[in-house]
């Protein structure tokens, strides 16, 4: 009975019926739970595929806090029923590191999306016969993914340095709780904010004073020439 609702959850998704898929997956999960002898404390593989299709028809349905939840206690499962632990590798938890990866990029978390379609990638060689000369559909966007994001993740880094230097080297990971860490980090938004206010008036003034010297005059900001 917990196949057949998980099959037609994975008819449902297919064809696009997100909500119907959540609903059969979601009865197929709890049924699972049901007739395990641990209950909700089960750890099998059909339950981490389970949450881990739930995770995905969250994150089509644009629920990604709920999305990474799945995952991330679908990703614990597999390495929990896996004789190797978290050193496992497999097909399945490079593709839900994958997943991982994609609904941290939605958030906007690049640094950790990057991480994860790092470990994804380096897990999808590692499962293949050919090893990193393998050529796969998903090695492959795992690859673009990651040369379009890792720029990013740089420059991101270093406008993080800069802040940090400008605000005496103190950094968010320095606060002690939850709250002083929110207020910190809402000090270093500001901080990346006027830091980014200062380069945009800098290239400004720049762009203003070539213009004005290649004009022979003496414009400012903002002033029309005579």
Known sequence: MTDTLHNIGGVYSDLGRNQEALEKYEASLQMEYAVHPQG???QTGSIATTLHNIGKVYRVLGRNQEALEKYEASLQMQYAVHPQGEKAQTGSIATTLHNIGKVYRVLGRNQEALEKYEAS???????????????TSEITVLKQAISLLQPKVDQWLKLQARVAKKRGGKTVSETKTADEEAKDQSKADAAMADL?????????????AKKAHNRGGNNTIGEKPN
Not at 121 to 135: D, I, N, R, T, W
Not at 196 to 208: I, M
């Open 40 to 42: 909700e404390k089960a």
């Open 121 to 135: 990638l380096q897990m999808q060689y590692a499962v293949h016969p050919q090893g990193e000369k393998a050529q």
């Open 196 to 208: 980014l206010g200062d380069l945009n008036l800098q290239e400004q003034t720049r762009k203003a």
